[in-house]
């Protein structure tokens, strides 16, 4: 499926080709296949974002929020995912929250509301989440493993890699070898080891760019502020900019992240005296989030830093 911005239109036929495909399984596999068939269903709200067509966004996602009470279980979860990423993506936190609120799988639903405690920056919440999902297997080991070390928790980090590292026998190991080494990666850099954590990052981060998911926007923060740390601020900047150009690939969870990749460029344009340059991203961060609630805090920082 291609999602980058050129090709949207070229995508339309593949991602309705996918959603029928799957459609045809759902008999036999009604939970495997719907969070996947709900993705493709709001990928015409994620085409509305890439436009900045924000009110358009905005009057999709109200529309399907209120239509998620009556759709069977395994549906409802899956759209209730979809359209709260969505939400995160524009800035409307509690739209996004109320709207994870209706998982009923509770990990699934923590998992999703985690993103939104790390937004509004509540210290004690994303804690004691990521203890929770310390705690437990669940889906997304890597990012858990990155949200841990950035918190300090690097012995509960740990011990998440190396779940994840043992993983059942039939996971390809080449497949998750890039998220075993961004998480190692983040770690090191939380313990002070930033030469190895530039030699752990640098390589997944080329390798996940094309799929755009979360974990390469997080990857990308990490080994920026790595190359930041060594004093090279050229370096630092490339990795961010290469990030931010993916904005197009960042379906779903990713496009938070997306959006943090832009703060950090946008700042370190600023610290350099680019202006033309910090305008630019600034520009499309605003376009963004012009319709986010007003005590966002990376639309907060936005107004702070056009006040100067």
């Not at 609120?101 to 993103?115: H, K, N, T, V, Y």
């Not at 990012?143 to 300090?152: D, P, Q």
């Not at 460029?265 to 499309?284: C, D, I, P, S, W």
Request: aromatic share 6%; charged share 25%.
């Amino acid at each position: 499926m291609s999602c980058r911005r050129p090709l949207d239109q070229e995508a339309a036929p593949y991602i309705q080709r996918g959603r029928s495909l799957l459609e045809a399984r759902l008999p036999t596999a009604a939970s495997q296949y719907q969070a996947r068939i709900q993705w493709l269903d709001h990928y015409p709200v994620h085409e509305a974002w890439m436009r900045n067509d924000i009110p358009e966004v905005i009057r999709e996602l109200k529309e399907r929020k209120t239509r998620l009470g009556s759709l069977p279980a395994p549906a409802r979860n899956a759209a209730a995912e979809a359209a709260g990423r969505l939400f995160l993506a524009i800035g409307r936190l509690q739209d996004a929250q109320e709207t994870f609120e209706m998982i009923s799988i509770r990990g699934w639903r923590e998992g999703a509301l985690l993103d939104v405690a790390i937004l509004r920056g509540n210290g004690p919440e994303i804690d004691e989440m990521l203890r929770r999902r310390a705690s437990v297997p669940h889906a997304a080991p890597s990012t858990t493993a990155v949200y841990l070390a950035r918190r300090g928790f690097t012995a509960e980090a740990r011990s998440t890699i190396r779940r994840l590292e043992e993983s059942e026998p039939a996971v390809d190991r080449a497949q998750i070898e890039p998220f075993v080494h961004v998480a190692k990666g983040e770690l090191a850099l939380a313990e002070g080891r930033v030469d190895e954590a530039v030699a752990l990052l640098e390589s997944p981060v080329r390798a996940l760019r094309p799929a755009g998911l979360q974990i390469y926007f997080l990857a990308s923060q990490s080994l920026a502020r790595a190359w930041m740390e060594k004093g090279d601020a050229a370096r630092a900047q490339a990795v961010l900019h290469e990030a931010f150009q993916q904005r197009g690939r960042s379906f779903g969870p990713a496009q938070v992240s997306w959006l943090a990749v832009g703060f950090d460029l946008l700042r370190l344009h600023r610290e350099a005296g680019q202006t033309a340059e910090a305008e630019a991203v600034r520009r499309e961060l605003a376009a963004v989030l012009a319709f986010a609630d007003a005590d966002h805090p990376l639309r907060a920082h936005l107004l702070t830093e056009d006040a100067r």
